[in-house]
């Protein structure tokens, strides 16, 4: 089979853990009889530097072209000053409306050999953490309303957070076929105590249930949701929530699986091409220093080999080697407890090769 994949390598550290998914995707096609087309567009302050806005039409253009897009990152301090409209993470907005990517999965699972880099006390460590969590991507707060007005006290701004049944609808199937998969459990999260577009969540989330009496459904609110991810994580199994709760949740689970650099996302739709990419940010401090954690990526490229292209062997194999170079202890400086040497970006990927 042959693959037209777009490359957003983006910033900081972006270029460097592409580059690393590339090599394992390409030994990948070797092993299988595959062949990956890689084409690289600018997204982000890459475009920003290049062409005055973050979101190029060619870029869009290609990816909409493309079997699926490969991301590493965008972003960082050299952009901060830029207003709302330009800046760098409105690339990532810009795709997922492009490309009608309407959910974000982030599984976060420890894995056995990182337990002692996890945060939490041993005994919940010992009970497992293996959740996903369904995000709504394209809709909520980030694309509603806003603005600058006069207000009681002056100046102020506002954002506003906007759902439609169809929407909430939408994401809640994925989330129930995803928990068919899995353990048969789906935690819908909200804050429908105080938020109207929560009440309407919540009535949905709970309607679209009934087509699926097989799986258990709860609700939690979303700071409540925020204290039992690091009091008992082991309680969730797939978690459905807003655009923005899931944002901010997300990046709390990555923290309890011992580092944010392990963790991969799919953007997906309604058809089979999707975004892939790490959940962390562009890491600017590190960036060109081949100090980074590749393993995210190698994970969001095996994600878009499971779930765009239904290359199964393929996924189990990439994941499967790099279960096995952490077992025998190879670790970057993020995941590094303890005395020992950290591996390089570019170490730690032919490592993974040698194991596929």
Same mark, same amino acid.
């Given at each position: 089979?042959?693959?037209?994949? @777009?490359?957003?390598?983006?910033?900081?550290?972006?270029?460097?853990?592409?580059?690393?998914?590339?090599?394992?995707?390409e030994?990948?096609?070797?092993?299988?009889?595959?062949?990956?087309?890689?084409?690289a567009?600018?997204?982000?302050?890459?475009a920003i530097?290049?062409f005055?806005?973050?979101?190029p039409?060619?870029?869009?253009?290609?990816?909409?072209?493309?079997d699926?897009?490969?991301?590493?990152a965008?972003g960082?301090?050299?952009?901060?000053?830029?207003?709302?409209?330009?800046?760098?993470?409105?690339?990532?907005l810009?795709?997922?409306?492009?490309?009608?990517l309407?959910?974000n999965? #982030?599984?976060?699972?420890?894995?056995p050999?990182l337990?002692?880099a996890?945060v939490?006390?041993?005994?919940?460590?010992?009970?497992? &953490?293996?959740l996903?969590?369904? #995000?709504?991507?394209t809709?909520?707060i980030?694309?509603?309303?806003?603005?600058?007005?006069?207000?009681?006290?002056?100046?102020?701004?506002?954002d506003?957070?906007?759902?439609?049944?169809y929407?909430?609808?939408?994401? $809640?199937?994925v989330?129930f076929e995803?928990?068919?998969?899995r353990?048969c459990?789906?935690?819908?999260i909200?804050? $429908?105590n105080?938020?109207?577009?929560?009440?309407?969540?919540?009535e949905?989330v709970?309607?679209?249930?009934?087509?699926?009496p097989?799986?258990?459904?709860?609700?939690m609110?979303?700071?409540?949701?925020?204290?039992?991810?690091?009091?008992?994580?082991?309680?969730?199994?797939?978690?459905v929530?807003?655009?923005?709760f899931?944002?901010?949740?997300s990046?709390?689970?990555?923290?309890?699986t011992?580092?944010?650099g392990?963790?991969?996302?799919?953007?997906?739709?309604?058809?089979t091409?999707?975004?892939?990419?790490?959940?962390?940010?562009s @890491?600017?401090?590190?960036?060109?220093?081949?100090?980074?954690n590749?393993?995210?990526?190698?994970?969001s490229a %095996?994600?878009?080999?499971?779930?765009?292209?239904g290359?199964?062997?393929?996924?189990?194999a &990439?994941?499967? %080697?790099?279960?096995a170079?952490l077992?025998?202890?190879l #670790?970057?400086?993020?995941?590094l407890?303890g005395?020992?040497?950290?591996?390089?970006?570019?170490?730690?990927t032919?490592e &993974?090769?040698? #194991?596929?």
């Open positions: 089979m042959e693959y037209n994949i @777009a490359l957003i390598k983006g910033d900081g550290i972006g270029p460097e853990i592409v580059e690393s998914a590339v090599a394992v995707l030994k990948v096609g070797e092993k299988f009889g595959h062949v990956f087309h890689f084409t567009y600018p997204a982000g302050g890459e530097d290049k005055g806005i973050p979101l039409e060619e870029t869009v253009r290609g990816c909409l072209e493309s699926s897009v490969l991301l590493g965008v960082g301090p050299k952009w901060d000053g830029l207003s709302g409209d330009i800046r760098p993470e409105k690339a990532l810009g795709l997922r409306a492009a490309m009608e309407f959910t999965l #982030r599984p976060a699972k420890i894995y050999a337990k002692d996890c939490l006390r041993a005994d919940i460590v010992g009970k497992g &953490i293996d996903v969590i369904v #995000r709504e991507l809709g909520g980030y694309f509603g309303e806003r603005g600058r007005r006069e207000g009681k006290y002056g100046p102020e701004a506002y506003t957070e906007a759902y439609s049944v929407e909430i609808e939408r994401i $809640a199937r989330a995803t928990a068919r998969k353990r459990h789906v935690t819908s909200d804050k $429908a105080v938020l109207e577009t929560s009440r309407l969540w919540r949905t709970h309607r679209v249930a009934e087509e699926y097989d799986v258990t459904v709860a609700d609110l979303v700071d409540n949701a925020a204290m039992q991810l690091v009091r008992d994580p082991s309680k969730f199994d797939v978690i929530t807003s655009n923005m899931g944002d901010i949740l990046d709390e689970a990555s923290q309890i011992g580092s944010i392990l963790l991969a996302s799919a953007s997906l739709g309604s058809g091409r999707g975004l892939y990419e790490p959940i962390h940010g @890491a600017p401090d590190i960036a060109g220093q081949n100090k980074a590749p393993i995210a990526t190698v994970l %095996a994600m878009m080999l499971r779930y765009s292209f290359l199964t062997r393929e996924a189990d &990439i994941e499967g %080697a790099v279960g170079v077992e025998e202890g #670790r970057t400086a993020d995941i407890v005395e020992g040497e950290a591996l390089t970006c570019t170490e730690m032919g &993974i090769i040698k #194991r596929l």
